[in-house]
């Protein structure tokens, strides 16, 4: 691959947005990558040379968005591969949550990565290249997860959008893949990244059962390296056939399967109630 290629990383400040951005620079890349402090960006990624451009946006402002493209294409003249990284998890059954806690994590899981699709895809059609990466989650394929229904349904639709975008964008020469991480070793799960309902109602056992599973087995413990996950991302960037769906790390593409699995039961034992509605 090119390495002279633009990136840009929403996201970038810890994980594997971080990790990313740390392979592109140190890969010869241009980079430039979002976080809501540009400075401390600069600082985690430990690069000082004109290749790397930390923006500090709210990528649920859409203004904001434009602005940063605008700064992303006077600096380096184009983008061609986006990482629509950032977001946050949200717990809490949907009982418990409120309608303003649902909303702020479609505002920015959703809403976000829309903003930076619609300033980004002018530039993409005028070159006729480009690819988007945007980051969903193995819940966004799998939604069976107690407490996690508004972050899984944030993730689908993430899913959705993507496939859809794939589909406008085919003739002009730009790709779009939806990736499903499992678990990945990064601060995630601890507090920052994950929010937790302000009202939880202790009747949703399984719910709160699925809480101290997450923090007392999980957490630590998870099977994802976010270094080797980057390095997917950059291999997958360089192909010239590009995945619609890509499932990074076991514990995901076991997911999948079982997902797959279900789907194909459900399918088979209800088929007939489901042709039966034809004219």
């Known amino acids: ?91 809490g059954t949907l009982e418990e949550l409120s309608d303003e806690e649902a909303r702020t994590n479609f505002e920015v899981n959703v809403f976000g990565t829309l903003n930076v699709i619609r300033h980004v895809m002018p530039v993409f059609r005028e070159q006729k290249s480009g690819a988007f990466f945007n980051i969903s989650s193995i819940a966004g394929f799998m939604g069976t997860f107690p407490g996690w229904g508004i972050y899984n349904a944030t993730k689908f639709a993430v899913a959705g959008l993507t496939e859809a975008l794939s589909a406008e964008t085919k003739s002009m020469g730009v790709s779009a893949t939806i990736v499903y991480p499992g678990y990945f070793k990064t601060n995630f799960l601890l507090q920052g990244s994950l929010r937790t309902a302000a009202h939880p109602i202790a009747a949703y056992t399984e719910a709160r059962e699925l809480e101290v599973v997450h923090n007392e087995q999980i957490i630590g413990n998870q099977p994802g390296d976010p270094e080797k996950g980057a390095a997917a991302l950059i291999q997958v960037a360089g192909m010239a056939q590009k995945p619609l769906h890509l499932f990074l790390g076991s514990d995901s593409f076991g997911m999948a399967h079982t997902q797959i699995e279900m789907l194909q039961n459900d399918l088979k034992a209800f088929e007939s109630v489901s042709k039966s509605t034809d004219f």
């Open 1 to 91: 691959m090119d390495t002279k290629q633009v990136w840009l990383v929403t996201g970038a400040s810890k994980g594997l947005g971080l990790a990313l951005v740390k392979q592109l620079l140190a890969g010869g890349y241009q980079v430039a990558a979002t976080s809501r402090d540009a400075q401390a960006l600069r600082e985690e990624a430990g690069f000082n040379g004109d290749a790397f451009l930390p923006l500090q946006v709210e990528l649920d402002n859409d203004g904001a968005v434009r602005n940063a493209i605008g700064e992303v294409t006077s600096r380096f003249g184009t983008i061609d591969v986006v990482v629509n990284n950032a977001g946050y998890g949200q717990l």
